[in-house]
């Protein structure tokens, strides 16, 4: 093992190379900055914070030393989403409205990870407030997918989280941290070829991270394998006071979930998410995947979920409306950036139009409408009633079977600019997903094939409300079948 | 439903954002390109269906009304654009 390649093991390796004293946590922190600067060019990152994290290494490799190593991820560095405000570090949520905005506190999921012995080494790029599935709204440019087309066209990693997945991908970092309004990591494992776990609405606190759309926001690991996505979560969830729809219930040994064994399991295949247009080959993947979980016991069954199609128009209702209300919060007299204006009405208005992108611009604008008098009943309420029939939905379904299958997006990554003239194109790439959020259920994203360029495709699995446990398992058995080895061409930020 | 430019005039205004005026139009119709997509929920029938109020079947947990933190007016308001000693300074509103 030469030391320059420590960036590109997993967690569970790692966790196995620091137990034995094959290398410290500053060189495997080390390996993994080096990797980072090597990958500017990929824009994953917005901040590096190499200090931070070197001391946070010394600091694992003292516990160890002294015989007092946290657990499994003590000494293990991970990228943060730059949504996720951390004490004294610069928080962009890659919007220019928060322009030198230093949070005074860490969020709950990042403080969780410190006190696992997690080593952040930044914090990294995406959509503009997480609003967007290609990275391609954030105030600091997009980033480079590290696949690249089959002509070598540079593509987006898709997004929201597209930092925090390229991280990962290219092997900068064993993990990342994330969240998913609507597929924010689920959409992007699937496009750069790894791991995206969005837990049950409620396993993560919310606390500390810039808020989207406050009833489906939720945070999420990045990793390259299931055992390490599964790692990762167990550091970010629990019970947390300082967020009252953190569920006060107890975190189960994810990893430990992992048994190997799904004989018996009831593997659902929802009839609607066979959509006009997707393109053959992800239907294959998708048979195929149902044939890889039945060869090994599991029981594949069609089930129904008749509001599919509306998920996607609801949530553009839903998701829109609690961002207008969250983002009132920016103007610009608390933090970020003040344009100046004649009056205060001038000043926030300057401020708001100045700060914020196109696309954020345009969903606030959504959101305002629908929440606006003579609209409420007619948008708003319709599309809650619309979201209690969807949840009803996946409760009948969950009846009969474990966990649902299905593609995660319709398409592999696409070239960077693409889709930008159309918004309701863009949207799509979350029609997959966006249920998941809708009802608030637990979904994973697998790298499961290869498309006609050789670009990745992942296999989406849904389960029960707070049942992430027997997702890692269907997951794992999902992962090991596939057997997905093939690589990015940027590797540890070469390429 | 469809947007007009002073239906965007009147939401830009609620959402406190500046929308130029030859921007107006092309606004209106971004918006109505969305809002016309999602006016296919209409064909869903929701009567006597109840909005969704929560995913989980969790309730609201109930703590005693204290203050848990403060006394660090210097950190809050520490991030602001403009501040005066420890209030934060806006535009005058009242002449």
Same mark, same amino acid.
């Given at each position: 093992?030469?030391?320059?390649?420590?960036?590109?093991?997993?967690?569970?390796?790692?966790?196995?190379?620091?137990?034995?004293?094959? &290398?410290?946590?500053?060189?495997?922190?080390?390996?993994?900055?080096?990797?980072?600067?090597?990958?500017?060019?990929?824009?994953?990152?917005?901040?590096?914070?190499?200090?931070?994290?070197?001391?946070?290494?010394?600091?694992?490799?003292?516990?160890?030393?002294?015989?007092?190593?946290?657990?499994?991820?003590?000494?293990?560095?991970?990228?943060?989403?730059?949504? &996720?405000?951390?004490?004294?570090?610069?928080?962009?949520?890659?919007? /220019?409205?928060?322009?030198?905005?230093?949070?005074?506190?860490?969020?709950?999921?990042?403080?969780?990870?410190?006190?696992?012995?997690?080593?952040?080494?930044? $914090?990294?790029?995406?959509?503009?407030?997480?609003?967007?599935?290609?990275?391609?709204?954030?105030?600091?440019?997009?980033?480079?997918?590290?696949?690249?087309?089959?002509?070598?066209?540079?593509?987006?990693?898709?997004?929201?989280?597209?930092?925090? +997945?390229?991280?990962?991908?290219?092997?900068?970092?064993?993990?990342?941290?994330?969240?998913?309004?609507?597929?924010?990591? #689920?959409?992007?494992?699937?496009?750069?070829?790894?791991?995206?776990?969005?837990?049950?609405?409620?396993?993560?606190?919310?606390?500390?991270? +810039?808020?989207?759309?406050?009833?489906?926001?939720?945070?999420?690991?990045?990793?390259? %394998?299931? #055992?390490?996505?599964?790692?990762?979560?167990?550091?970010?969830?629990?019970?947390?006071? $300082?967020?009252?729809?953190?569920?006060?219930?107890?975190?189960?040994?994810?990893?430990?979930?992992? %048994?190997?064994?799904?004989?018996?399991?009831?593997?659902?295949?929802?009839?609607?998410?066979?959509?006009?247009?997707?393109?053959?080959?992800?239907?294959?993947?998708?048979?195929?995947?149902?044939?890889? !979980?039945?060869?090994?016991?599991?029981?594949?069954?069609?089930?129904?979920?008749? /509001?599919?199609?509306?998920?996607?128009?609801?949530?553009?209702?839903?998701?829109?409306?609690?961002?207008?209300?969250?983002?009132?919060?920016?103007?610009?007299?608390?933090?970020?950036?003040?344009?100046?204006?004649?009056?205060?009405?001038?000043?926030?208005?300057?401020?708001?139009?100045?700060?914020?992108?196109?696309?954020?611009?345009?969903?606030?604008?959504?959101?305002?409408?629908?929440?606006?008098?003579?609209?409420?009943?007619?948008?708003?309420?319709?599309?809650?009633?619309?979201?209690?029939?969807? !949840?009803?939905?996946?409760?009948?379904?969950?009846?009969?079977?474990?966990?649902?299958?299905?593609?995660?997006?319709?398409?592999?990554? &696409?070239?960077?600019?693409?889709?930008?003239?159309?918004?309701?194109?863009?949207?799509?790439?979350?029609? &997959?997903?966006?249920?998941?959020?809708?009802?608030?259920?637990?979904?994973?994203?697998?790298?499961?094939?290869?498309?006609?360029?050789? !670009?990745?495709?992942?296999?989406?699995?849904?389960?029960?409300?707070?049942?992430?446990?027997?997702?890692?398992?269907?997951?794992?058995?999902?992962?090991?079948?596939?057997?997905?080895?093939?690589?990015?061409?940027?590797?540890?930020?070469?390429? | 439903?469809?947007?007009?430019?002073?239906?965007? *005039? *009147?939401?830009?205004?609620?959402? *406190?954002?500046?929308?130029?005026?030859?921007?107006?139009?092309?606004?209106?119709?971004?918006?109505?390109?969305?809002?016309?997509?999602?006016?296919?929920?209409?064909?869903?029938?929701?009567?006597?269906?109840?909005?969704?109020?929560?995913?989980?079947?969790?309730?609201?947990?109930?703590?005693?009304?204290?203050?848990?933190?403060?006394?660090?007016?210097? *950190?809050?308001?520490?991030?602001?654009?403009?501040?005066?000693?420890?209030?934060?300074?806006?535009?005058?509103?009242?002449?």
């Amino acid at each position: 093992m030469t030391a320059s390649k420590l960036n590109e093991l997993t967690i569970a390796d790692a966790r196995g190379g620091l137990a034995a004293g094959d &290398f410290s946590a500053v060189d495997l922190t080390q390996a993994c900055l080096d990797a980072a600067e090597a990958g500017r060019d990929l824009n994953a990152f917005i901040t590096l914070t190499p200090d931070i994290a070197l001391e946070r290494a010394r600091a694992s490799d003292a516990r160890r030393k002294a015989g007092n190593a946290a657990g499994s991820l003590d000494g293990i560095p991970v990228a943060v989403k730059d949504l &996720f405000c951390t004490d004294g570090v610069l928080t962009t949520a890659a919007s /220019h409205i928060l322009d030198g905005f230093h949070p005074a506190y860490e969020s709950t999921v990042t403080q969780n990870l410190m006190d696992a012995g997690a080593v952040m080494i930044g $914090k990294t790029n995406l959509d503009e407030f997480a609003m967007g599935s290609s990275n391609m709204t954030s105030f600091y440019g997009p980033v480079k997918n590290p696949w690249v087309g089959a002509n070598g066209e540079d593509l987006v990693p898709g997004g929201s989280s597209g930092g925090s +997945v390229t991280a990962v991908a290219a092997r900068i970092c064993p993990a990342a941290t994330g969240t998913d309004t609507g597929g924010s990591i #689920r959409q992007p494992a699937s496009l750069c070829g790894v791991v995206g776990m969005k837990p049950t609405y409620g396993r993560c606190s919310r606390w500390g991270i +810039v808020a989207f759309a406050s009833s489906l926001d939720q945070a999420g690991p990045f990793a390259r %394998t299931v #055992r390490d996505a599964a790692i990762l979560l167990g550091g970010m969830a629990g019970h947390d006071p $300082k967020d009252s729809t953190s569920a006060p219930i107890d975190v189960p040994g994810f990893e430990a979930a992992i %048994t190997g064994d799904i004989r018996g399991l009831r593997v659902g295949i929802p009839a609607e998410y066979t959509m006009d247009g997707m393109p053959a080959e992800i239907q294959a993947l998708w048979d195929q995947g149902a044939q890889w !979980l039945k060869n090994q016991g599991a029981e594949i069954k069609p089930v129904s979920l008749p /509001h599919t199609k509306y998920a996607l128009p609801a949530y553009y209702i839903v998701a829109p409306a609690e961002a207008s209300s969250n983002l009132a919060r920016y103007d610009g007299v608390r933090y970020g950036l003040r344009v100046d204006g004649d009056n205060l009405d001038d000043m926030y208005a300057n401020t708001r139009g100045e700060g914020f992108g196109a696309e954020v611009r345009r969903r606030v604008l959504i959101g305002t409408y629908v929440l606006s008098a003579g609209y409420y009943d007619a948008y708003y309420m319709k599309a809650q009633k619309v979201r209690t029939r969807i !949840l009803e939905d996946f409760t009948k379904a969950f009846e009969d079977v474990d966990v649902l299958l299905s593609p995660t997006a319709p398409n592999a990554a &696409f070239p960077i600019g693409a889709k930008m003239d159309d918004p309701i194109a863009m949207y799509l790439n979350d029609v &997959f997903t966006v249920p998941a959020n809708l009802a608030g259920l637990p979904g994973i994203s697998v790298p499961a094939g290869l498309d006609k360029d050789g !670009l990745p495709l992942g296999l989406q699995l849904v389960g029960r409300p707070f049942d992430e446990a027997t997702l890692f398992r269907a997951a794992d058995a999902l992962e090991r079948a596939a057997g997905f080895s093939a690589l990015p061409k940027y590797l540890g930020g070469q390429g | 439903m469809s947007l007009d430019k002073e239906d965007v *005039r *009147r939401v830009a205004f609620l959402a *406190r954002i500046r929308v130029p005026e030859d921007a107006l139009a092309p606004v209106a119709q971004e918006l109505n390109n969305i809002i016309d997509w999602v006016e296919q929920l209409a064909e869903v029938d929701t009567d006597g269906v109840e909005p969704i109020t929560g995913v989980t079947a969790l309730t609201a947990p109930m703590r005693k009304d204290q203050v848990t933190d403060a006394g660090y007016p210097n *950190r809050v308001v520490g991030n602001a654009p403009d501040r005066v000693e420890d209030f934060y300074a806006v535009p005058k509103v009242v002449d």
